[in-house]
């Protein structure tokens, strides 16, 4: 149980053009789902919280004009990088939380993005 | 506010041998804490987690951790590496606010 899809798992785009991840929880409703990205060999900074229904909070220094997520469902959200950008090139990472008052989170399997 | 150290970016053990992988907290309220393993381009899967009661916790693949409030740690340990326990692993704290801060992390390599 508790498990957490993202797609596409790998993606290459042109700079400027835009692209969307999706985050799914398959066997669960997720009241949270937290959006997390990845330097090689560093740590996971987390971008954005969001909560079904409701807009992202985003963390310090995260364009949101540029990072769009949507949370339309308790099993689903969304990242859109618009007008992509060679720096944008990370591993982004999803993760969600299934109910009101706990602290686990569960992740997904990340997506690369590569923009050229 | 809270953050994690890790101390120790590399470690390295021999196959069989102890693995003890080190974590200091800082938080203004009781912490919720975690250590996740990460395999290359691979999504964060959960170890153990320590959240109330029992300060020893055990977890998946044989790995344990030990919540110990006065030297705020949360060392994670196994007492005989197997090859496949190669990977990075993170300790995570996470406070009122319910959001995970993440250590460094620790890559672990395991030599034959």
């Known amino acids: 149980g508790a498990v957490v899809s993202q797609h596409p798992s790998r993606v290459i785009c042109k700079s400027g053009t835009s692209v969307k991840i999706e985050c799914r929880s398959l066997?669960?409703?997720?009241?949270?789902m937290f959006w997390y990205r990845q330097f090689p060999k560093q740590s996971l900074m987390l971008m954005a919280t969001?909560?079904?229904?409701?807009?992202?909070?985003?963390e310090q220094g995260v364009e949101k004009d540029k990072f769009l997520i949507n949370h339309a469902s308790l099993t689903l959200s969304t990242l859109t990088v618009t007008s992509a950008h060679p720096e944008d090139s990370s591993f982004y990472i999803c993760?969600?939380?299934?109910?009101?008052?706990?602290?686990?989170?569960?992740f997904g399997p990340g997506t690369r993005l590569t923009v050229t | 506010a809270q953050s994690v150290t890790q101390l120790g970016s590399h470690v390295s053990v021999s196959e069989g041998a102890l693995v003890l992988l080190r974590c200091n907290y800082s938080?203004?309220?009781?912490?919720?804490l975690f250590w996740y393993v990460q395999y290359p381009n691979q999504g964060l899967q959960l170890l153990l987690k320590?959240?109330?009661?029992?300060?020893l916790v055990k977890g998946i693949n044989g790995f344990e951790a030990e919540f110990k409030k006065s030297e705020t740690s949360f060392h994670l340990t196994k007492p005989s590496a197997h090859m496949s326990d190669a990977a990075e692993y993170f300790c995570?704290?996470?406070?009122?606010?319910?959001?995970?801060?993440f250590g460094s992390g620790t890559q672990l390599t395991v030599l034959p």
């Open positions: 993760s969600a939380r299934p109910l009101a008052g706990t602290y686990e989170q569960y």
């Open positions: 066997d669960f409703q997720a009241t949270t």
């Open positions: 969001s909560n079904e229904g409701s807009k992202a909070t985003y």
């Open positions: 938080s203004s309220v009781p912490p919720y």
């Open positions: 320590y959240t109330t009661g029992a300060t």
């Open positions: 995570a704290v996470s406070g009122s606010a319910r959001q995970l801060t």
